[in-house]
């Protein structure tokens, strides 16, 4: 059963930073585009960040967080992470990472079938 955890959410001042952890149970975990999704509450879940399959780890960021996250992988530790920088109040949601076989870092951004997900990991960003 694939299984994806993540860790490393929390409260934080506005300004602050940041980084989460999903590892997955995946057998063959270079061959997923791993992404990360929000959603804070009232609102519909929405994309953060994307980093592809194939090596050179090509990224892929919505545009409220460019300049301010960054993705990577550790693929000999079935590891995706994300660094959040300069972290503003409206960055408060629930963070999950999602998984999607051979899977571009753009082509994570669209809803698709065969997406693994996480549990969820809450971040709070006070001002």
């Known amino acids: 059963q694939v299984q994806l955890v993540e860790s490393g959410g929390g409260l934080v001042q506005a300004g602050g930073s940041l980084r989460l952890a999903c590892t997955a149970s995946l057998g063959t975990f270079e061959t997923y585009g791993t992404g990360w999704f929000r959603q804070a509450p009232g609102k519909e879940r929405e994309f953060v960040g994307a980093?592809?399959?194939?090596?050179?780890?090509?990224?892929y960021y919505t545009d409220s967080v460019k300049g301010r996250f960054t993705i990577s992988r550790d693929n000999s530790r079935n590891t995706v992470y994300l660094q959040m920088n300069s972290l503003k109040p409206e960055d408060t949601a629930v963070y999950y990472c999602?998984?999607?076989?051979?899977?571009?870092?753009?082509?994570?951004?669209?809803?698709?079938?065969?997406?693994?997900w996480g549990q969820g990991t809450q971040v709070t960003v006070s001002s």
């Open positions: 999602a998984a999607r076989r051979f899977t571009t870092a753009q082509t994570m951004a669209v809803p698709a079938t065969g997406v693994y």
């Open positions: 980093i592809g399959w194939r090596s050179g780890g090509i990224t």
